[in-house]
Each structure stands twice: as structure tokens, then as C-alpha cells.
């Protein structure tokens, strides 16, 4: 006899990136596809120092059963680095620990979502969130987004015509667009979602990862007092296989997000904070940083510089100052599905784009990660994707 699953399952599809990665598995191709930071950055002497370390001097402790909120002196540095590099005021108290910042995700759907509620995401919208908010049956709506942020006429008129749960948006390098909020988009966004029930959920793994120009404050604390909740992650500035993130958020949602965090993990592993909180005492994560952004800076540079020599002028791409990803949009009537194909055959990947699109939209979109090839790759990567395009627009 078959075996009956939950009816929340049937509208949830394995990450479509997932199966994209499988294909680019071959170590021939060049993939642009992933979007994983780049393991060379890893830096794994110093955190090897720093378990060695938390082994040592607090062996036991760090082995045993631990608070759902998680490790105190971790929280402490997590607030006073907002204070330091947002200007932002967070008490430890407010932070929980999470297993990496998709936790947050999860946790925020069973705490906020019932099956059939309306959820405002970014067009194009990160999938990870897509997926996590799709478990719990949400309905989605949309916002597009522009240069510089999103539509806000149709963030208002989106919010007056529907009874919405919350709007969860990357303010800082998207998760796929690369496009981020502008000071005064930030400001929009906070004054229309002043005095109504909706709760801003603002995901902001990439924010630290900016190559040029000025730091923005986030939306929450920064523009918007109430009814926000802001995460975070040290996958992009440490290390993603830790699974550390954390989110910011005080009151009676706090409360309630604990609930579900012990219900689903009890917490997060003690060893992982302890060794991450080690390493950051031990080493100054600016530091580190800093070379990431020299890294990845040099392969945007590379990655938009090859584009503007190989790509035809119909494609039009972003020009993100940070982060891991470039959006390119074809002229409208193409499928970068086909392009993949073909792409494929010449041993280049990317994703294509209408995964990100709740709505179906999309289908002349794809994302570029810049993050995990060197410049020679990219070079020849863009060379040989180009030349694709070309193919594509003369047929
Ligand atoms: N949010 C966004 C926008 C992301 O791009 C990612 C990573 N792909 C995550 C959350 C999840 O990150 P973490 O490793 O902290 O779970």
C-alpha cells in the first residue's frame, strides 16, 4: 500500500537549483550556476585554531545540551557589530541563534503563516524562501523589482488590495538579482508599511559583501520601528557549512519563534557557536571580509568586463556593487531554458530565471554567480555564453 503524505507537500518542488548543480557536476563545465561563496576563502586555519581551542578550554560544555536562544557571547557580538557597522541598536536579547539563516525561514512560517495566506515576495524572489514559505501552503503576490528597489506604487497597491502576512525582501545584493534598496526606497518602504498589520521579514545574508559605494542602514531599526524582523548569517562571511544565522527581532514574536526553534531543534549546535564566537574573538571578521571583497570584487570586475565585450547590447545585465550575482534579461520572447541547453553543450551553466518567479514570469531571465570561479573562468565562461546569446538572437 502506497503511504499518504501531508497535503502541504504537493505544492513544494525540489530546489530547482538543486538539480541545475547536478548537471554541472561534469568538473569540464564552467558554472556560472551555483551559488555558493568560494571555498579558497574559507578560513579554515584559524577556525581549526579556534575548535582546537574550544575543545581545550571548554570541552565538555561545548559538547552538552544548550540554550534554544543560543550562546550569549555570540549574541554580544552580533549586536554590538550592528551598532558598529549599521549604526543600529540590538540587544543581545534580541538576537536567536539559528541554524543558518534558512532556519529563520521555517521558524517564521510556523509561527506567522496559516495554509492560504498572503505573502508579498520580490519579483524575481529568492527561491530558498519560496520554498520554506511554499511548505506552509502561503499564497504568493509579488513586487517587482527596479534598479533601485522595489516598485513601490505596486508594493502599496499590493498591500490596499489584499490582506497580506508579510513581505520578505533581500534588501542588499538579491538573491538572484543582485540589486539592492536604495536609501530612498528604504525609507518608501518603511512609510508604507507604517500603521498596517504586515510583518517585513528582511533577509540580508550578502550586505558586508560590497565592493563600492556606501553602506545603507537596514529597513528594520534603521527606517522601520515596528512589526520587523531581520536576519542574518555567517555563511558569507565565514563559512556556510557551520550553519550559523541568527535573526533579530524582541517581544512577544521572539517569544513565540523560541517556541518553535526548541520544537523543531531544541537549538543550535553548542559546538558550532562556541568555535564560530572563538574564531571572531581570536581573528577580527573585517579582516577576513575584506579579502572577500577583494576576491570577489576582482570577479565581478572580471565578469562585467567580459559581458560588456562579448555580450550583445540586447542583453541588458545588472551592475551590482556587491554580493554574488549578476540578472541578466534577454529580449522578451526568449527562453533562457533553451539557451541552457545549449549552453550546456558548450560547457557553460547558469540559472535560468522563471524558478524565481512565483507567477510564471521571467522565462528570458537567468542569474550569474561571480562568487566561486576564478577571473580566466570568467573570462572564458562570459566568452563562450556570448557567443550563445548571439547564436540565439540570429535564429
Ligand atoms: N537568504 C538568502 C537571500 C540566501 O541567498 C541564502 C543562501 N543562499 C540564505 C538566506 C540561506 O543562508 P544560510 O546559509 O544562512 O542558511
Known amino acids: 500500500m502506497p503511504v499518504k503524505f501531508a ?19 561534469d568538473a569540464s563545465i564552467i558554472s556560472f550556476a551555483g551559488g555558493l561563496p568560494n571555498p ?9 585554531a579556534a575548535a582546537v581551542k574550544v575543545m581545550r578550554e571548554s570541552g565538555p560544555q561545548s559538547m552538552q545540551y544548550s540554550t534554544t536562544e543560543g550562546f550569549q557571547p555570540l549574541r554580544q557580538y552580533i549586536a554590538d557589530r550592528y551598532m558598529e557597522k549599521k549604526g543600529i541598536k540590538v540587544d543581545a536579547d534580541e538576537i536567536l541563534i539559528t541554524s543558518g539563516s534558512q532556519q529563520c525561514l521555517d521558524l517564521l512560517g510556523k509561527v506567522f503563516l496559516n495554509a492560504g495566506d498572503n505573502v508579498v515576495i520580490e519579483r524575481p524572489g529568492y527561491l530558498g524562501a519560496i520554498q520554506s514559505f511554499s511548505v506552509f501552503e502561503s499564497n504568493f503576490l509579488t513586487v517587482g523589482l527596479e534598479e533601485d528597489g522595489p516598485d513601490l506604487a505596486e508594493l502599496e497597491r499590493v498591500l490596499d488590495e489584499n490582506e497580506a502576512k508579510m513581505f520578505y525582501a533581500v534588501t542588499n545584493f538579491q538573491n538572484p538579482s543582485g540589486l539592492t534598496y536604495s536609501a530612498a526606497k528604504r525609507q518608501g518602504v518603511a512609510d508604507i508599511l507604517k500603521g498596517r498589520d504586515v510583518l517585513f521579514v528582511e533577509d ?12 545603507e542602514k537596514p529597513v528594520v531599526r534603521g527606517y522601520l520601528e515596528e512589526n520587523g524582523i531581520l536576519l542574518g548569517s555567517f555563511s558569507k562571511v565565514a563559512a556556510p557549512g557551520f550553519r550559523l544565522g541568527w535573526m533579530v527581532c524582541g517581544g512577544e514574536m521572539r517569544d513565540k519563534l523560541i517556541i518553535a526553534k526548541q520544537a523543531s531543534d531544541l537549538h543550535t549546535s553548542t559546538f558550532a557557536q562556541r568555535v564560530m564566537h572563538q574564531y571572531v574573538t581570536d581573528n577580527p571578521l573585517d579582516n577576513h571580509i575584506e579579502k572577500i571583497r577583494e576576491r570577489y570584487g576582482n570577479q565581478r570586475a572580471a565578469m562585467v568586463q567580459a559581458i560588456e565585450e562579448y555580450f550583445p547590447a540586447e542583453a541588458k545585465v545588472t551592475r551590482p556593487e556587491g554580493g554574488m550575482f549578476l540578472w541578466v534579461t534577454l529580449p522578451e520572447g526568449m ?14 551553466a547558469f540559472v535560468p530565471g522563471r524558478p524565481f518567479y512565483v507567477d510564471g514570469s521571467g522565462e528570458n531571465t537567468f542569474r550569474l554567480n561571480f562568487s566561486n570561479s ?11 555564453l556570448g557567443a550563445g546569446i548571439k547564436d540565439f538572437l540570429s535564429k
Open 40 to 48: 579558497e576563502l574559507f578560513p579554515v586555519a584559524d577556525l581549526e
Open 204 to 215: 540580508d545574508p550578502y550586505g558586508e559583501l560590497r565592493f563600492m559605494g556606501d553602506f
Open 335 to 348: 527562453s533562457s531554458m533553451d539557451l541552457f541547453d545549449e549552453a550546456i553543450k558548450n560547457k557553460v
Open 7 to 25: 497535503d502541504r507537500m504537493s505544492t513544494v518542488h525540489r530546489s530547482f537549483i538543486r538539480e541545475i548543480l547536478k548537471v554541472t557536476e
Open 374 to 384: 576564478d577571473e580566466e573562468h570568467i573570462v572564458e565562461g562570459i566568452k563562450r
